[in-house]
């Protein structure tokens, strides 16, 4: 039995990630910058352990961003996807604490 993710597709400059994200992957295409959002326990629902697929699939930079009172972890702070075709992982450890793993930079 394998894995099979389905895609939303995001276009616009900025996005923030909702429930229906679980087990996607969210493909951002843009030429412009685009900041993704990680929100607060308070106004999402998703649970410790849960999973979102970044993949910049246009020109524009991807930025990972979070609401107030979340934590978002990554490797020496970076926040950014290296570029087209890039793709990262969101995983959520606890209350309001990611971690960012993937093609990442500062």
């Given at each position: 039995?394998?894995?099979?993710?389905?895609?939303?597709?995001?276009?616009?400059?900025?996005?923030?990630?909702?429930?229906?994200?679980?087990?996607?992957?969210?493909?951002?295409?843009?030429?412009?910058s685009?900041?993704?959002?990680?929100?607060?326990?308070?106004?999402?629902?998703?649970?410790?352990?849960?999973?979102v697929?970044?993949?910049?699939?246009g020109?524009?930079?991807?930025?990972?961003?979070?609401?107030?009172?979340?934590?978002l972890?990554?490797?020496?702070?970076?926040?950014k996807?290296?570029?087209?075709?890039?793709?990262?992982?969101?995983?959520?450890?606890?209350?309001?604490?990611?971690?960012?793993?993937?093609?990442?930079?500062?």
């Amino acid at each position: 039995m394998g894995f099979n993710s389905t895609i939303n597709a995001q276009v616009g400059t900025t996005y923030t990630l909702v429930y229906n994200d679980l087990g996607k992957v969210v493909e951002l295409n843009n030429s412009s910058s685009i900041t993704v959002t990680v929100p607060a326990d308070t106004t999402g629902s998703f649970n410790i352990g849960d999973r979102v697929d970044l993949l910049q699939t246009g020109t524009g930079q991807v930025s990972i961003a979070h609401a107030g009172g979340v934590t978002l972890n990554s490797h020496d702070t970076q926040r950014k996807l290296t570029g087209i075709w890039a793709a990262a992982t969101l995983i959520k450890r606890a209350a309001n604490s990611w971690v960012l793993v993937g093609n990442i930079s500062l």
